[in-house]
T-cell receptor, first 112, second 112 residues
Framework: NAGVTQTPKFRVLKTGQSMTLLCAQDMNHEYMYWYRQDPGMGLRLIHYSVGEGTTAKGEVPDGYNVSRLKKQNFLLGLESAAPSQTSVYFC???????????FGPGTRLTVL | GDSVTQMEGPVTLSEEAFLTINCTYTATGYPSLFWYVQYPGEGLQLLLKATKADDKGSNKGFEATYRKETTSFHLEKGSVQVSDSAVYFCALDTDSWGKLQFGAGTQVVVTP
């Protein structure tokens, strides 16, 4: 039981490049989330999904896209990376019975 | 909108000292309240939660009481250990989608 895993762990991009962050969970959770963590700002919600094939915007969605083609996977895409997207990205899935979110280990992204 | 305010860190303590981290919130609904902990290099883990006024959440020697009259959810531990060194986040959710609003986080450093 791996919980929530994220790929890659680290990445450096140049401005304008694109990339996809992968989140996978093996707990059969319907709800999944992408957050970004910046110094002094806590975590902010980018996008979330309440089930396979669904996505919705969070607090800071601009510049990101997401897809939930399979229940266990939630992908976060950056089409044209900007330095302002330098951050640590966390994925989470939610046990709706106990209302607890389980977080992955994070992806540290640097955009030059 | 909903928001969470928590005391700034870092908080530096000696082992066996008493720890308090203040957290206050503003919310239009009836939020559930959470404390998450992030150990160095890891994702967030749920430490404790409370779902309604006067509920007390507790785990690993930590406690927090949901105070609706003061809109607070302060975290306390009577005797900290070096292993409690981490960043602590207060958070709330106010809807059924589980979208979390986080405070900025408080770094706690416990020295031997």
């Amino acid at each position: 039981n791996a919980g929530v895993t994220q790929t890659p762990k680290f990445r450096v991009l140049k401005t304008g490049q694109s990339m996809t962050l992968l989140c996978a969970q093996d707990m059969n959770h319907e709800y999944m989330y992408w957050y970004r963590q910046d110094p002094g700002m806590g975590l902010r919600l980018i996008h979330y999904s309440v089930g396979e094939g669904t996505t919705a915007k969070g607090e800071v969605p601009d510049g990101y896209n997401v897809s939930r083609l399979k229940k266990q996977n939630f992908l976060l895409g950056l089409e044209s990376a900007a330095p302002s997207q330098t951050s640590v990205y966390f994925c989470a899935s939610r046990d709706i019975v106990y209302n607890e979110q389980f977080f992955g280990p994070g992806t540290r992204l640097t955009v030059l | 909108g909903d928001s969470v305010t928590q005391m700034e860190g870092p908080v530096t303590l000696s082992e066996e000292a008493f720890l308090t981290i203040n957290c206050t919130y503003t919310a239009t609904g009836y939020p559930s309240l959470f404390w998450y902990v992030q150990y160095p290099g890891e994702g967030l883990q749920l430490l404790l939660k409370a779902t309604k006024a006067d509920d007390k959440g507790s785990n690993k020697g930590f406690e927090a009481t949901y105070r609706k009259e003061t809109t607070s959810f302060h975290l306390e531990k009577g005797s900290v250990q070096v292993s409690d060194s981490a960043v602590y986040f207060c958070a709330l959710d106010t809807d059924s989608w589980g979208k979390l609003q986080f405070g900025a986080g408080t770094q706690v450093v416990v020295t031997p």
